[in-house]
C-alpha cells in the first residue's frame, strides 16, 4: 500500500493537493487527527485500498508529535510512505487569510495573524525537517496541480533530484536544499533580441553556450553534484532540491535548470520547475 502524508501550513494550498491526489486514484482523508493514521491505514488496508491520502496538520496539535514514529512504523511494516509539506511565505499567507477572510485555526482572537503564523511553524517544524517540501509562494493553482501530478507520478524507490530556476528579486525557494547564484554570468535580458524569450528558447541557449564562464560554471556544479549525490543517497534521501538562481528567474537560471536536468537524467530520477515562468 502507498500512503501520501500531505501536511504543512495552514493557507499552503493543502486541500488542492488532497484534491488532485484524489482525482488521481487515492483515498483521501482531509483533517486526520495523527493518533488515528495507523487505524484508518490498517482498516483501508484490509478494504482493499492500494494508494492513501491523508492531510495532517496543526489542527491535530494534540497528537502531532506522534506522527514521526508513526510514519517509521508504517514504513517498517512494508508501506511505501511518503511526507510531503506545503510551504509559503508570512507575507503571502497573510494575503492569502485576508482575502478569503477566513480565521486561521490556531486564531484565540489573542494573537495576531502573522504570530499564529509563526506558531505552527514552530509546531510543524519536526514534520518540515522530514519532508519533500514545496514552496508554493509564488504558484498559482494550476501550478501546484501540475507539481503534485509530477510527484504521484514518481517513481519512490530512486532519490529524485529537483531541479528549479528562480529569480532572486522574488526571493529564494523555502524549499531548496542547495542554492546556486548564477548572476555573476552574462545577462541575455540587457540584449534587445532576447529579452522577450527565457532560458529554453534556442537563441538564448546560443549566447549562453557561446561564454566561457558559463560553460565553466556549468562544468562546476555538475562535478559538485556528481561528487555528493552518492553521499545524499546513502544518507536515504528520496528527494533533493537544486535550486539556480538568476536575478529575474527567466533566462541564465532557466538554461541551468534546462542543461542540468539534461545531465542528471541520464542515471537519476529528475523533475524540474521554472518557479518565474510557471507562477
Excluded at 484490509?46 to 502531532?64: C, F, K, N, P, Y
Excluded at 534521501?237 to 528567474?249: E, F, K, M, P, Q
Aim: hydrophobic share 40%.
Amino acid at each position: 500500500m502507498q500512503l501520501i502524508v500531505i501536511s504543512g501550513l495552514s493557507g499552503s494550498g493543502k486541500t488542492i493537493a488532497l484534491t488532485v491526489l484524489e482525482d488521481s486514484g487515492y483515498y483521501c482523508v482531509d483533517n486526520l487527527p495523527a493518533i488515528l493514521l495507523r487505524e484508518v491505514t490498517v482498516y483501508l488496508n484490509q478494504s482493499g485500498h492500494q494508494r492513501m491520502a491523508v492531510s495532517i496538520d496543526a489542527r491535530s496539535r494534540e497528537t502531532l508529535h506522534l506522527l514521526p514514529q508513526q510514519l517509521a512504523d508504517l514504513r517498517l511494516q512494508g508501506m511505501d510512505v511518503h511526507l510531503l509539506f506545503l510551504e509559503t511565505k508570512t507575507d503571502t499567507l497573510v494575503k492569502r487569510f485576508s482575502e478569503t477572510r477566513r480565521r486561521h485555526p490556531l486564531s484565540d482572537n489573542r494573537m495576531t495573524l502573522p504570530e499564529c503564523i509563526q506558531l505552527e511553524r514552530e509546531m510543524l517544524r519536526e514534520i518540515h525537517d522530514l519532508a519533500n517540501r514545496i514552496d508554493t509562494s509564488d504558484l498559482s493553482a494550476n501550478s501546484l496541480r501540475a507539481w503534485i501530478r509530477d510527484f504521484v507520478g514518481l517513481n519512490h524507490a530512486h532519490l529524485t533530484l529537483l531541479f528549479q530556476s528562480f529569480g532572486f528579486k522574488h526571493g529564494i525557494p523555502l524549499d531548496a536544499d542547495m542554492v546556486f547564484d548564477v548572476r555573476c554570468l552574462p545577462n541575455p535580458h540587457y540584449e534587445a533580441l532576447l529579452r522577450p524569450l527565457t532560458g529554453k528558447d534556442q537563441a538564448v541557449i546560443d549566447y549562453l553556450d557561446a561564454n566561457a564562464d558559463v560553460n565553466r560554471m556549468l562544468g562546476d556544479i555538475k562535478r559538485f553534484l556528481d561528487d555528493w549525490l552518492p553521499c545524499f543517497i546513502r544518507d536515504n534521501r528520496n528527494y533533493l532540491t537544486v535550486a539556480i538562481g538568476c536575478t529575474g528567474g527567466r533566462h541564465r537560471s532557466v538554461y541551468f535548470v534546462e542543461r542540468l536536468a539534461q545531465h542528471f537524467r541520464k542515471e537519476n530520477q529528475v523533475l524540474l520547475r521554472h518557479r518565474e515562468l510557471d507562477a
